[in-house]
């Protein structure tokens, strides 16, 4: 085993979007940094995202918002329908980009990944390279981490390594982990002739879809139903599970659905921390993302909040100090509002979880009802999340 390196290090373990803008938002301030990514190949096949506007300041502080709103397909409005393609609230793009100051951008995920890596210095990520939490060290101490090479010591480790995280349960072994939400979901990007008119999600019973247009001519679909952990196609085929399940919605569901490559539809059950943990940090060590906050998919805010760690973990650090000193104010800045948006994501999918006639019949008439409102009325729902601010990076170049 190698023996620890020098501490003048930063290593971050995960190579997911959360790893990557922490690694850049870091090497803006000053900090030489090394992520650890334990997967060959940082590719992404079939998954669209949607940067919300809080997520595209943060990365307009990091340089790359500008390329990835270039790849974002606009689109004049979205909204919410029933099943039988009747609208039960929508609202334009111009409405909303006049609430919030900005717009959402739909990108492929690999886009994004693609962007922070180019902004890089080369060399920084390191695929095919796991990376384990040995000690978190403490003031008086390093962090150590075991990588391919040995022990490596570090001033600094980022826990990006997601719902699973090791170095979680290292920091916080008396914490129960995620929970299943009850929840399964699809995702698959397809390329039908033209992009279609009708865009948003679909709402029905215990189940949604969603539509969302990428660049080039592709679409990013997407679904989430109830159904048991562990479950899969009894066929194995995904696409054909979803057909069974949304084949006759509304168009354009179906129709996209058949375009799908079956190999291509990744299907991934929801677990989320239902239950905060104590600090986002412990010694020398920073969680960040689902690592520290795993939440359900119905606000879309997942990798927007891992984004918004990033910016804030750089934010309170500064080089030449000891970031042990300055991690409690991470956690203070970022615990209570991730453990609010997830909060508000698992009411979301208690709406989405609604079976029962009556239930949904209800739901229904109070989502129509809310579609009525003006459309700043509506969208004011939203500003807590959205009109969130990114701090300054103090160091940046």
Do not use: K
Not at 75 to 92: E, F, K, V, Y
Not at 124 to 131: D, H, K, N
Not at 199 to 208: A, I, M, N, P
Not at 350 to 371: E, F, I, Q
């Amino acid at each position: 085993m190698g023996s620890p390196r020098d501490r003048q290090q930063t290593i971050v373990i995960g190579g997911g979007i959360g790893g990557l803008a922490a690694a850049l938002a870091l090497h803006r301030q000053g900090f030489p940094v090394r992520v650890h990514e334990r997967a060959d190949s940082l590719e992404p096949v079939g998954a669209g995202l949607a940067l919300a506007p809080n997520a595209l300041r943060s990365l307009d502080r990091l340089g790359v918002g500008g390329r990835l709103r270039a790849l974002a397909t606009p689109h004049p409005a979205i909204g919410l329908r029933h099943p039988s393609g009747r609208w039960l609230a929508r609202t334009s793009t111009s409405a909303f980009e006049a609430c919030f100051g900005d717009t959402i951008a739909a990108v492929a995920r690999a886009d994004v990944v693609t962007a922070l890596v180019d902004a890089l210095p080369a060399g920084t990520v390191r695929t095919g390279s796991p990376a384990t939490l040995v000690a978190p060290g403490d003031a008086t101490g390093p962090a150590v981490v075991r990588t391919a090479d040995g022990e490596e010591s570090a001033d600094l480790v980022v826990a990006a390594d997601g719902i699973r995280s090791a170095a979680r349960g290292l920091l916080f072994p008396g914490h129960p982990g995620p929970r299943y939400s009850g929840f399964t979901t699809w995702r698959t990007i397809v390329t039908p002739d033209r992009h279609p008119a009708a865009v948003g999600e679909v709402w029905g019973r215990g189940r949604l879809a969603g539509i969302v247009p990428l660049a080039d001519g592709r679409v990013y679909l997407y679904g989430a139903a109830l159904a048991p952990a562990g479950e899969r196609a009894a066929d194995g085929n995904e696409r054909a599970e979803l057909l069974r399940r949304y084949g006759d919605w509304c168009a354009p569901v179906p129709q996209l659905l058949a375009l799908a490559e079956p190999e291509r539809v990744l299907r991934h059950d929801v677990w989320d921390l239902a239950d905060p943990l104590p600090a986002h940090h412990r010694g020398r060590v920073a969680l960040l993302g689902d690592a520290a906050h795993a939440m359900c998919p119905f606000l879309g805010q997942g990798a927007c909040q891992a984004i918004e760690d990033a910016l804030v973990l750089a934010s309170v650090l500064t080089p030449g100090a000891d970031p042990a000193a300055a991690l409690p104010d991470y956690t203070a800045a970022r615990l209570p509002r991730t453990t609010a948006v997830v909060a508000g994501s698992r009411r979301i999918g208690d709406l989405v979880a609604l079976r029962s006639p009556a239930a949904t019949a209800l739901r229904t008439t109070a989502l129509t009802l809310a579609g009525l409102l003006p459309a700043r009325a509506l969208l004011s729902r939203s500003a807590p999340t959205y009109d969130w601010q990114p701090p300054a990076l103090r160091g940046a170049r």
